[in-house]
């Protein structure tokens, strides 16, 4: 996923449907995605937002003049100050902030944001917002992440490593670094599941999977590039789908046998970028090679 917004802005009503209106807003004028942290109620919430502060691209702070409705109630919201201090944590560097006139510059926003831009009503903010999403350049094609861009097949092709020569078909998946200014350093790529038929069950070879065209199973993908790394493949005189990886294990077994249609779940692990996650939906159709023919198997994105 790419052009993401985290939006930051309590969870009072009309609070709420001001978030929906940003929300509405940066999809329909930007086509930028967006994530609204409303649901604070226990632990496991609390770790659902921090995955989904993570995985996002852009973070948008809105902080509201608060009237308190009892003598209980805080001038600002803590969830939103928490998740303030938290994205400046993970270095979102694409950032906007803006606090309502009359609202106290207390807590972590004294410390991280000594001028942020204020507004006074809802329509001003939006207009406010409009403006310096567009000054700023946000974008539905950036992600401060690694990104699924493609996936491709090759061959047949000829293949050798530790464990010998094969004759193979490969599916390639193209994972781009779309960040201007950091590259992913010590990229590694796994099978983590394979999903059938309602069951999921863990990979028989959880060793990394090589890059193409890179005699290495861990990479770097510079600033603003591109590697592909190879998710699977077919023998063209043993049945089944394989795996390109660093397992040392001679000589080397499927890690499906049967034709069918499977879900494959893959991590790809990056120093400094969140963890990506994506699942591919492979049918293996192997067949006994003849004169002409071969296999028909077939790889999606899902």
């Not at 996923?1 to 969870?11: E, L, N, P, R, T």
């Not at 942020?116 to 903010?125: A, I, K, N, Q, V």
């Not at 043993?238 to 001679?250: I, K, P, T, Y």
């Not at 000589?251 to 692990?269: A, C, E």
Request: with cysteine; charged share 25%; hydrophobic share 40%.
């Amino acid at each position: 996923m790419a052009g993401k917004v985290f939006v930051s802005c309590g969870q009072r009503n009309d609070e709420r449907r001001l978030a929906e209106r940003l929300a509405a807003l940066l999809r329909d004028e930007f086509r930028l995605d967006t994530y609204l942290a409303f649901k604070t109620q226990s632990l496991g919430d609390i770790m659902t937002i921090t995955e989904e502060l993570r995985s996002s691209d852009y973070y948008l702070f809105v902080d509201f003049l608060r009237a308190p409705a009892g003598n209980q109630d805080l001038a600002c919201s803590l969830f939103t100050h928490q998740e303030l201090a938290l994205a400046h944590h993970l270095g979102f560097r694409d950032m906007i902030a803006l606090q309502q006139k009359g609202a106290p510059l207390e807590g972590f926003l004294k410390y991280v944001l000594s001028n942020p831009e204020s507004f006074e009503s809802h329509d001003e903010l939006m207009e406010k917002v409009k403006g310096l999403v567009r000054a700023r350049g946000w974008s539905p094609t950036y992600s401060r992440n690694l990104v699924l861009a493609d996936i491709q097949m090759y061959g047949p092709l000829v293949y050798q490593d530790h464990t010998g020569p094969n004759t193979m078909k490969v599916w390639n998946a193209k994972i781009e670094n779309r960040r201007p200014d950091v590259s992913a350093v010590r990229t590694v790529c796994v099978l983590d599941k394979i999903e059938s038929g309602g069951q999921i069950t863990p990979s028989p070879d959880r060793s990394y999977l090589k890059w193409s065209g890179q005699a290495t199973y861990e990479n770097t993908i510079l600033a603003e590039d591109s590697c592909e790394v190879t998710l699977c493949c077919t023998h063209q005189n043993e049945a089944g789908l394989f795996l390109v990886s660093a397992r040392d294990v001679v000589p080397r077994f499927p890690i499906l046998r049967d034709n069918g249609s499977y879900r494959l779940h893959f991590k790809v692990f990056s120093e400094g970028f969140p963890l990506l996650k994506f699942g591919v939906q492979f049918d293996l159709q192997w067949q006994q090679p003849t004169l002409s023919v071969w296999d028909s198997s077939t790889a999606a994105l899902g």
